[in-house]
């Protein structure tokens, strides 16, 4: 919705624009990826934004596994969701950053923590290519349509806040990648037992039982933290929990915060609530280190 | 008779899998799978299910796993069951997972043909009461009033016109074995039924209510609490039919439909009269168990 916002934006003044997302299954809270095109003359490229001009990152946790700046052009500007000001921003190499805590903003502002609308405000004050009055015209036009007037001008409210709370600087270098293994053989070369049992390839475990190279935990906002001399082990949080994200221990559980996903159901059927709910830059030293999406 | 305590550590359903966060189907999936065990066959048509579970070269299911199509679960885990007692293989749980279009709608057929040919396998429909996966467009099995895409909320119409298909009454028609309900909301009888499903011959059909929060517009954290009003208000009835005995397995406070209805975004819209309509439709459907416990007793 971002994406189209901006589109919306742009077009008001006066540009042609194209939003889209990327191609693939899409799960509320997993890693999404959306492109906007925006152009003065007709666009016919309809292929993906393989060079971004500008590159935005809603969720900055993202930015430990992804490069963000891989396909960013020289010269282009990153736009980040964080608390940190730009020079605490690691990248590959160092880039034009502008940061905002759009999390705070939306949670403040719309009181859920939806990021898609105020991250725009820092998106117009970072690369002043657009107008704040255009980007809110552009939400009150998409977020308007989905959610009735007040929704949408809560949203264009969302995107002022951020804009004047953005800073602009540069981000530092250094960040390393290790490239991505893909396993993509041909139909002759798959094992013969794929459907059967886990199988080891050069990009790591693949099959029935393999999922769990997966890491969820980069999907959360909020997480479980567990009070232990609270928990009465009766287990019905490990019971419940859709991703098996709860330990079961001698005395109490824990929770395994590299697929934790934060849907909170573990929180709210702890009867003796040693459960608490807290936004996750408070349990930022139990993130998986190395996550996949 | 097993507790949530003495369930097995060990999950076969691993984590790792691609749910929305709070995904009632992915309970459902990883409880089934502690109570069936390793020693089992896994099939799913398409749906959430089989895309947030597997998804190239990944699979949650630490089993055997086949997908063929939509509407063929039954039969395909039929052939399945069917080849693995030619290998000399016949304790092997051979169990169905689909969705409420996998089943009410286009898998019908299949599955009526499994039941009446009483094939060896357990069929469990997680009902999120939609077609999820695909956007959330209304099924057989979406309840009277619910939003979806295609029951969009307009000036004639609000939501879906029609109330939702009865399943399991459809699968003790067939006289199989052994047909129940569940909700997550109760894990003992959950468990319990899980287990028989688990223990008996012929086929085996498991309708669980999957709370989605995504398509019912609710909180993550609340599914497991919906689960529960859904059974309290007379919603969601818990049965069981077993060798030809229907069992009501418990008798709902009847609370006001209304609690479970105001805590989802599917049905925000609905009016006094339509809340009145659902609050009817539960006094006739139990009306409607009790005498079917008097038939078949
Ligand atoms: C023959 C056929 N028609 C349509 C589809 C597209 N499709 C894939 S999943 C799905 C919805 C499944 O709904 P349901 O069975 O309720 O499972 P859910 O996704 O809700 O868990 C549809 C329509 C398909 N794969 N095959
Ligand atoms: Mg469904």
Redesign the interface.
Known sequence: MAAQALAAAAFREGNHALAFPFFGAERRGAPVLAFARVDSKKIRQRTQVYKPDYVVVLDDKLMGYVDVTAGLKEGGTLVVNSPLPPEKIVTERPVKCATVDATGVALEVLGVPVTNSAILGAFAKATGQIKLESVEKGIMDIFGARLGEKGGRKNADAARKAFEKTTAGMSVGGRKFKPVKKWLPDYKELPLSLGLRVTMTEAGRVGPGSFDVNKTGSWRTFAPVLDDAKCTNCLICWFYCPDGAVVRGEKHVSVNYDYCKGCGVCVEVCAPKALKWVRTEEVEEKLPSEAIA | MTT??E?P?Q??????????????G??VA??AMKVFGPNTVVYHPASCML?????Y??????????HVLFENSAVCAAGIKRALNRLGKSDVNVVAFAGDGGTADIGLQALSGAAERNEDIIYIMYDNEAYMNTGIQRSSSTPFGAWTTTTPVGSVHAGKVEFKKDVPRIMMAHDVPYVATAS?AY?TDFIKKLEKAKAKKGFRYLQVLAPC??GWKA???????LARMAVETGIWTLMEYEDGKYTVNRTPKFSPVQDYLKAQGRFKHLTPEDIKKIQDWVKSKWEKDKALEQVYK
Not at chain 2, 219 to 225: L, Y
């Open positions: 949530v305590k369930l550590v999950d076969y359903f691993t984590s790792g899998h691609t749910a929305c966060p709070g995904c009632g992915a309970m990883r409880i895309i947030f579970s597997s998804t070269p990944n699979n949650a299911f630490k089993v055997p796993f086949l997550i894990p929060p995504t909180e993550s954290s609340k599914m497991v609490e």
